[in-house]
């Protein structure tokens, strides 16, 4: 179906209850809907908003168009958890009702003060031509969950030499002032980030580019959803840049999101003179992450699992799109490493355990297979060429997850994974890793798979479209032996 313009900003309150329940039943019958993941009731999700905790809970927005899997008028649709496991679905958090976000609420993060919760992000507005006119806004949640828009935007006009590619703030608060940093897009068509200050979230003053290394001067055309913190004494400055182009085994999708490391941000100037750019994800579908400092200190990532103007197997079932589980992120080596959320494991089940000696062959055992599960697998090198495991194994369908020792890389295969998705940019994802034991730890969802290589040194991401009856898992080893032992729970 081609969406028209027209189509793409009508409003919920437009569509009539017999469209909604038309594309609701459509969106059930849907094969790939997720069973642990979030994901959007109708049309199409993307970006992670406004994650953060406040009032004894952990609280997730995320942009959405509700009437189909398209980008259209964007929403900014709530939910919350005790536990980052169990979701519950609020409602629209932000609704696009005002005229400095007359055609949608982006991207945008929060931040809790003086006992309310403070909703900073970007209105879309374009006028009769069509050009594109940007604000920072300001919505205050409290308590109650009631949400009260400031009457105007707080950030109003585009910095001179910017281009209207300004958006996605993300705040913070450093000493006795707040801090947004905002993706950004000069006069000459390159990406960057910016800097603004405020005493009290409602008047900034702004700061400045943030300088930064020089081999990202001319670093993409656009730095879409940045985010900056301090973790383990060093600044980290996420960002995801479009426009990049692939190198070897590096930045293999339509956009890509990472990160780079260097001493703490120094703020007046704003300068970050930090080292080279570093993917988060070494998969398919992982673009705008956000991130949150949890209540027992720890530094939180939800990513949004897939891309822009990419379609995906679902939208014919009239939905598009889920989050990732959420990452526990620390530094070590000047790398930043990710592992799942440790509570995440109170989605385990029946457990099932094996270990053997593979010589040459794929093997199969009783307890390993299903649709929805996390397993663990560790491989002791041997004289294998390469080993691995294959996942969602049916009838001309498999998703491999293997390592290649002769090359010294992780390999994620999704060639035969069911129905293809941005076939364009590839099938297969590599980087590289020395090591002499490789560990996988694999969340496996009805249509998505999630790798965590050695204790998060490295994270695969992708979206998988098998059919339901797909549901094998074998262990392989060719040219040669290796050492397996793996633990699989069940998740339903």
């Not at 459509?26 to 642990?36: L, M």
């Not at 909703?119 to 006028?127: A, I, K, Q, S, V």
């Not at 780079?260 to 080279?276: I, T």
């Amino acid at each position: 179906m081609e969406w028209s313009r027209k189509q793409r900003y009508r409003r919920i309150e437009e569509s009539k209850p017999s469209e909604m329940i038309t594309l609701k039943e459509k969106i059930d019958s849907c094969p790939w809907r997720q069973h642990f993941h979030i994901q959007p009731e109708t049309g199409l999700l993307n970006d992670p908003n406004g994650f953060s905790y406040f009032n004894g809970e952990y609280h997730l927005f995320y942009q959405w168009f509700p009437l189909g899997p398209v980008h259209g008028l964007k929403y900014w649709y709530h939910t919350k958890s005790k536990d980052l496991v169990h979701w519950e679905n609020v409602g629209v958090g932000i609704e696009p009702d005002k005229y400095y976000e007359s055609h949608g609420a982006f991207s945008g993060s929060a931040i809790e003060y003086e006992g309310k919760l403070y909703l900073m992000y970007t209105g879309n507005t374009r006028d009769e031509k069509w050009i594109r006119h940007p604000y920072q806004c300001l919505a205050v949640m409290d308590k109650e969950g009631n949400t009260e828009k400031l009457p105007h935007p707080v950030i109003s006009h585009v910095p001179e030499g910017y281009t209207d590619h300004f958006r996605d703030p993300k705040v913070w608060k450093k000493g006795d002032f707040f801090y947004a940093i905002i993706g950004a897009q000069r006069d000459d068509e390159t990406g960057c980030v910016v800097l603004y200050r405020s005493q009290n979230l409602k008047t900034w003053d702004f700061e400045g580019e943030m300088e930064v290394h020089k081999s990202l001067q001319e670093f993409g055309f656009m730095w879409e959803c940045p985010d900056y913190f301090e973790l383990d004494g060093k600044g980290v400055l996420i960002f995801s840049p479009q426009g990049i182009q692939s190198e070897e085994d590096r930045y293999q999708n339509i956009y890509q999101s990472g990160y780079v490391l260097g001493d703490p941000m120094k703020y007046e100037p704003p300068v970050f003179q930090d080292g080279n750019f570093i993917e988060l994800d070494r998969g398919f579908d992982f673009y705008a992450p956000q991130s949150m400092l949890s209540p027992d200190g720890r530094r939180l990532l939800i990513g949004w699992m897939g891309l822009p103007e990419i379609e995906y197997p679902t939208d014919q079932n009239g939905w598009a799109h889920c989050l990732t589980l959420p990452r526990e992120l620390t530094v070590n080596n000047n790398k930043l490493i990710q592992k799942p959320a440790k509570e995440l494991q109170a989605l385990r089940k029946a457990k099932s355990e094996i270990e053997d000696i593979l010589e040459n062959e794929v093997k199969t055992y009783s307890g390993f297979e299903g649709e929805t599960y996390e397993l663990i697998c560790q491989f002791e090198k041997g004289s294998a060429d390469e080993f691995g495991v294959f996942l969602r194994v049916g009838e001309n369908e498999q998703t491999v997850v293997k390592y290649d020792a002769g090359g010294k890389k992780v390999i994620f295969d999704r060639s035969h994974s069911g129905e293809q998705v941005g076939e364009s940019y590839g099938t297969v994802r590599k980087c590289l890793l020395h090591e002499e034991k490789i560990t996988f730890q694999i969340f496996v969802d009805s249509s998505s798979v999630e790798i965590f290589v050695n204790d998060g040194e490295e994270v695969f991401t992708g979206r998988i479209f098998p059919k339901t009856e797909s549901r094998g898992i074998a262990f392989f080893a060719n040219d040669g032996s290796v050492k397996v032992n793996a633990a699989k729970w069940t998740y339903n």
